[in-house]
């Protein structure tokens, strides 16, 4: 059955938004989106990946490395000789399951291969697949403390050190981290929290008519995949172009010092933790001003970026007891009133 067109999903803006944004620039540290079941949170991740220009790969190579990249930092590129070729394929979207070993995220020793021919032998695990796609993990905030760990170093580094049943080995590991949840059944560890650069509420639509688009939506889709996926062709594609033509433009986006100013004085205001706000946020406008086709940041890209960029970067104060979102949209409309 083919994937729910991205451009077909009804409502929930921000998580829409800032799922291009990671697509456009994946240094900005992937999206965790919380919210109630049913509200599209998995369908739209996999439909961004639908949607994503297949990337170039080396023939080959359990890593799909960029031909383009150096061959050193891979363990398979490092062996080959002269050229490598290179084909496209589509951009690898992986799902951590919450019941995975260890064995399976960071890979093991090739046991048919060991007992057939005696050779150690390396067999890939999840986080090689999703080197330079996204790794999906739904209910994130339920992944056992082990795991998190493990991703915290690889997130960090954007390298998978194996050192186990005698084999010694790194091979790159940078991807897009996307999780999805429901706040009411755990929250997610601080650490981990942290290493996200974008965090987003979804929430059940209030409103009839929004209720019943979705519902239509849905049903057209289920009773026709192909004819209802034929029907958003051009959305796609115009979506398709937009993100390819924000990548290209991204490095010559810039940031005056006035929307730099605007960031530093946003984070202070709401006492965020370190300078990982500032960056976020900077990063993420850019991303934004890209998608708009914009030259430069303006306090607007600030203003409508902020919430997914801090929300999930407050300390709790027992002497406000609205939520953290509230709090970012107090702070954003007092800082560009008038």
């Known amino acids: 059955m083919p994937t729910f067109p991205f451009s077909a999903i009804v409502a929930q803006d921000e998580m829409k938004l ?24 998995s369908t ?27 061959a050193d930092s891979c363990p398979h590129c490092a062996t080959t000789q002269g050229l490598r070729k290179a ?77 186990r049943e005698g084999l010694s080995l790194r091979h790159p590991a940078k991807f897009v981290l996307v999780g999805s949840g429901n706040p009411e059944e755990g929250e997610l560890r601080p650490q981990l929290l942290d290493r996200f650069g974008l965090a987003c509420e979804v929430g059940t639509p209030k409103d009839v008519p929004t ?23 051009k959305d796609e594609k115009r979506i398709q172009k937009k993100i390819t033509a924000a990548r290209e433009r991204l490095s010559s986006v810039t940031v005056p010092d006035s929307a730099l100013e605007s960031a530093a004085r946003l984070c ?42 801090l929300r999930h970067r407050l300390r709790r104060n027992p002497l406000d007891e609205s939520g953290s979102t509230a709090r970012v949209a107090r702070a954003v409309d007092e800082m560009f009133a008038g």
């Open 211 to 233: 209720r019943i688009a979705v519902v239509r939506a849905r049903d057209a889709y289920e009773r026709d995949p192909q004819g209802f996926c034929d029907a958003h062709i």
């Open 44 to 70: 739209a991740i996999r439909a961004l990946a639908a949607l994503l220009p297949p990337m170039r790969a080396v023939v080959g190579c359990p890593y799909s490395c960029d031909p383009e990249g150096p």
């Open 18 to 41: 800032a799922l291009l944004i990671a697509a456009v620039d994946s240094s900005i540290g992937g999206v965790l989106v919380f919210g109630d079941r049913g509200t599209g949170k």
């Open 268 to 309: 202070l205001a709401l006492g965020t933790d370190g300078l990982r706000g500032e960056l976020t946020l900077m990063r993420t406008a850019r991303a934004l001003a890209a998608l708009d086709g914009a030259g430069a940041v303006s306090d607007d890209h600030i203003r409508r970026v902020a919430p997914s960029c």
């Open 87 to 163: 084909y496209r394929k589509p951009v690898p979207v992986v799902d951590l399951p919450l019941g995975a070993t260890e064995d399976r995220v960071v890979g093991a020793l090739d046991l048919e291969r060991a007992l057939a021919l005696g050779e150690k032998a390396f067999e890939p695990g999840l986080l090689a697949r999703a080197n330079r796609g996204f790794l999906y993990i739904d209910e994130v905030n339920l992944l056992e403390d082990h795991l998190v760990d493990l991703l915290l170093d690889v997130a960090a580094s954007g390298v998978n050190t194996v050192e």
